[in-house]
């Protein structure tokens, strides 16, 4: 049995914005939302890249502490994408807690910021005479802590997959949950993943001098995929998710069909965990579209990994031309927000189809001069307006783990 | 610390931390406060530093009989003349 898998709602919180209209307000005007990194107090002063894809902005959450007990920062950022794609959804109390409804949601490490306090518990030996390390910090910690929070909030008692491969992360839960609800394991599920305010991720990438630095003083100005003046990543935080339901009953409760994912394909390098691999990004590549029936030339927009690492880009640039040429649109959307981590494969392919229905194609930002390596492709060097009827979101991961999601414009299927 | 000014401690306690909306004495903290097992360890934890004791596995497991905000304040003052014996 293979069943059609629809969005039927949707929900982000990026560094250029929470509300959709502010979204596609950044994406057109060229708003970047990488800032200065924040000071944590602890290793802010010791990482050369001062820059972070920062949310900035006030989110009234609402939630009883009934729920927040067990809830880390991360697992606010997706509670409050789920409330709002369950809100959005229109289902019914009956169908959340039916067992029929699943949850593919992850991070890249639970909550650090629990974790740090629970470390330095132990290192300082706070409060020894006390049980300084509360009943809850597992919960709030654990790295399914996003997932069953959800699940926790909204009494959703489906099926659980909780991924945790670094940047892969939410695409990762979206296309496990496209492959559960295709082949009829569940009628639905919340897919999606998150990533709170972080110093020790950024302390990692600078240390492998992975990390941006020559823009402290100009945040807006990197990361800067494709060009010849990029100098790496940008760590950012961010949250989101999307709701899959099965095609048929989707149509028939009408649902407003926002996409269609047609495609998914996840596979490893089988090697080194940390060097991007021609290969196994190529391979990837192919076995979306073979997952999806179609062929290259169908595809009309890609939103490329594109980190802005000196490698990556070029690797990456290089399976695209294999596989497609210059036939589709290809943009960077980390230029806009750095790279939100696990979360990075559910926010593009959120923006992609907020563009899709807008009929535009954001540029790739500070792509001013092409590294000729990359400049094989067709980028997107300008606001474009367009119609794109299936796109390509594609993430790579630490571990040599790479995916790709195809996503069908939902417009049609509304009819 | 007397019995009264304790059990506004208490009051204060579950009020400001544990979100109960106008609490009763007498009241099921379970059925009508949400009070559950984890709030459980919590309220110990806070009762330790009202103490300035840390309590025993086997106080701890004590407190696990707590139903209502009298049954709190009982546990702490058995707590505190145990200890002062």
């Given at each position: 049995m293979k069943r059609r898998v629809v969005i039927t709602a949707s929900s982000a919180i990026t560094p250029i914005g929470y509300d959709k209209n502010e979204i596609i307000h950044s994406l057109r005007q060229g708003k970047s939302g990488v800032a200065p990194l924040r000071d944590d107090g602890l290793l802010t002063k010791h990482i050369h890249s001062h820059v972070f894809g920062t949310v900035d902005y006030p989110i009234d959450y609402g939630f009883k502490r009934h729920f927040t007990k067990t809830m880390g920062p991360v697992a606010f950022y997706a509670c409050q994408v789920a409330k709002d794609v369950l809100e959005s959804s229109g289902l019914e109390e009956d169908f959340i807690t039916s067992g029929r409804l699943g949850v593919a949601f992850g991070s890249t490490h639970g909550s650090p910021t629990v974790q740090r306090d629970i470390y330095k518990t132990f290192f300082n030996d706070?409060?020894?005479?006390?049980?300084?390390?509360?009943?809850?910090d597992y919960l709030r910690s654990m790295v399914h802590t996003t997932a069953v929070n959800i699940t926790r909030m909204f009494g959703i008692t489906g099926r659980i997959i909780a991924s945790?491969?670094?940047?892969t992360t939410s695409s990762q839960s979206i296309g496990f949950g496209y492959e559960m609800i295709k082949y009829g394991m569940q009628d639905a599920m919340i897919c999606g993943g998150a990533d709170e305010y972080d110093t020790t991720t950024v302390a990692v990438f600078d240390n492998l001098l992975a990390c941006s630095v020559n823009f402290n003083e100009t945040p807006e100005c990197t990361p800067r995929p494709f060009d010849t003046k990029r100098d790496g990543l940008v760590v950012g935080e961010g949250g989101g998710a999307v709701l899959l339901e099965e095609y048929e009953s989707a149509k028939k409760r009408g649902a407003n069909i926002l996409?269609?994912?047609?495609g998914f394909s996840c596979n490893n390098n089988g090697g080194d965990l940390i060097l991007p691999n021609l290969d196994g990004i190529t391979a990837t590549l192919k076995l979306a579209l073979k997952d999806a029936e179609i062929q290259p030339g169908d595809v009309d927009f890609i939103s490329a990994h594109?980190?802005?690492t000196k490698m990556g880009d070029v690797i990456e640039a290089q399976a695209i031309d294999a596989v497609y040429g210059d036939g589709p649109l290809v943009t960077g959307?980390?230029?806009?927000?750095g790279h939100t981590m696990g979360t990075c494969g559910v926010i593009e392919l959120i923006l992609t189809m907020y563009m899709m229905e807008q009929n535009f194609i954001a540029p790739t930002l500070n792509l001013e001069n092409v590294d000729e390596r990359c400049s094989m492709l067709r980028h997107t060097r300008e606001l474009t307006g367009t119609t794109t009827r299936i796109a390509a979101i594609q993430n790579f991961a630490f571990g040599g783990v790479n995916t790709c999601l195809l996503l069908k414009n939902g417009r049609d299927l509304n009819a | 610390m007397t019995r009264d000014e304790l059990q506004d401690k208490i009051i204060t306690i579950l009020t400001e931390d544990f979100e109960f909306e106008q609490p009763g004495l007498d009241d099921n903290l379970r059925d009508?406060?949400?009070?559950d097992s984890i709030d459980a360890i919590e309220l110990l934890g806070k009762i330790e530093l009202i103490l300035g004791v840390s309590l025993s596995r086997e106080e701890k497991e004590k407190a696990m009989t707590i139903r209502t905000i009298n049954d709190i304040v009982d546990y702490i003052e058995t707590i505190e003349n145990s200890r002062n014996k």
């Open positions: 706070l409060d020894s005479k006390f049980s300084s390390i509360g009943a809850v945790s491969t670094a940047c996409g269609e994912i047609i594109a980190t802005a959307l980390k230029s806009y927000m | 009508d406060h949400n009070f």
